[in-house]
C-alpha cells in the first residue's frame, strides 16, 4: 500500500508541475471567474484545509484520541496526502495560467512550494530513516565480528604484535603487492590485515550513519519551514477568497 502511494503521490506531482510549466504556452484570462473555474477553485481550496484538519487533530491529544477510535491515523495520514496534492492540482487548473496580480502569482508560487516539500519531507526522509537503521544494524554486525576478532587476536600475542605497522597505508599497500609465490610470508599478514580493513569498514559505517543523521536533523527543520509555508498559504487564500467575494463572482451573476 506504501508502494501504491507513493506512485500515486508521484504522479500527482508531476501532473502539477507540468500544468504549471503549461503557462508558458496556453492563458486562459477568463476561466477562473466561470461557472467551472469557479466549482474548481471552491473544490481545490476546500481540499486544501483538509491537511490543516489534519494537523489540527494530529496536535490536540483530546481530539487525535476521539477521532482515531473510528478513523485509523494512517487513513487520516492517506487522506491528508492525497488532499493536498488534489486540491492544488484543482485550483492551478482553475487559474487558467493567468498569474496577473500579485496575489494570484504567489499564492500559485506558495502552493508548489507546500506541494514539494511535502512531498519531499514524506518520501525522502523516510528513506533516510530507513538508510539510517540499515546502516545502524550493519554496524552493529560489524561491531559483533571485529569482538570476537579482537579476542581471536589477544590469545596471539604474535599476531597482535603484527596489526600496529598495518595502520599505515604505505604498509598494506606494500603487502597488497608481495610475491604470491611467497605464501608463507603472505599468510602471516592475512589476520592483520582483516583487522585492520574490517576497523576500516566500521569507520566508514560510522561516518556513514554521521552524515545520514546530520540529513536528518537539516531536514527535520526544512519541515518546519514547511509547515509555516503552509500557513503563510493559508492566510493568502483567506484574503484571495475575501477578495473574490468582496468584488463579486460572476459566475454566480
Request: hydrophobic share 50%; net charge positive; charged share 15%.
Amino acid at each position: 500500500m506504501k508502494e501504491k502511494e507513493k506512485i500515486i503521490a508521484t504522479a500527482l506531482v508531476v501532473i502539477i508541475l507540468f500544468l504549471w510549466s503549461g503557462a508558458l504556452l496556453h492563458v486562459s484570462p477568463r476561466f477562473a471567474g466561470s461557472l467551472a473555474g469557479g466549482v474548481l477553485g471552491v473544490s481545490g481550496a476546500l481540499l486544501m484545509l483538509v491537511p490543516l484538519v489534519y494537523y489540527i487533530i494530529k496536535r490536540v491529544k483530546s481530539l487525535k484520541s476521539a477521532v482515531t477510535k473510528r478513523v485509523p491515523v494512517r487513513t487520516l495520514l492517506a487522506w491528508h496526502i492525497y488532499a493536498g496534492l488534489v486540491g492544488p492540482l484543482l485550483v492551478l487548473i482553475h487559474t487558467g495560467h493567468k498569474f496577473e496580480s500579485l496575489l494570484g502569482l504567489l499564492l500559485t508560487l506558495l502552493t508548489l512550494t507546500v506541494v514539494l516539500s511535502g512531498f519531499v519531507g514524506r518520501y525522502l526522509l523516510g528513506r533516510v530513516g530507513q538508510g539510517l537503521r540499515e546502516k545502524r544494524a550493519q554496524l552493529e554486525t560489524l561491531n559483533q565480528t571485529y569482538r570476537a576478532m579482537a579476542n581471536t587476536l589477544a590469545a596471539d600475542p604474535e599476531q597482535l604484535a603484527m596489526v600496529r605497522p598495518f595502520a599505515s597505508f604505505r604498509r598494506r599497500l606494500t603487502t597488497a603487492f608481495l610475491n604470491p609465490e611467497d605464501s608463507g610470508n603472505r599468510s602471516r599478514f592475512v589476520e592483520p590485515l582483516n583487522v585492520v580493513r574490517h576497523v576500516e569498514a566500521i569507520a566508514d559505517v560510522e561516518n556513514s550513519i554521521f552524515m545520514h543523521d546530520s540529513f536528518k536533523k537539516w531536514f527535520s527543520r526544512w519541515l518546519k519551514w514547511h509547515l509555516i509555508i503552509s500557513f503563510l498559504l493559508y492566510l493568502l487564500l483567506f484574503f484571495h477568497i475575501w477578495a473574490s467575494l468582496h468584488f463579486g463572482l460572476r459566475w454566480f451573476s
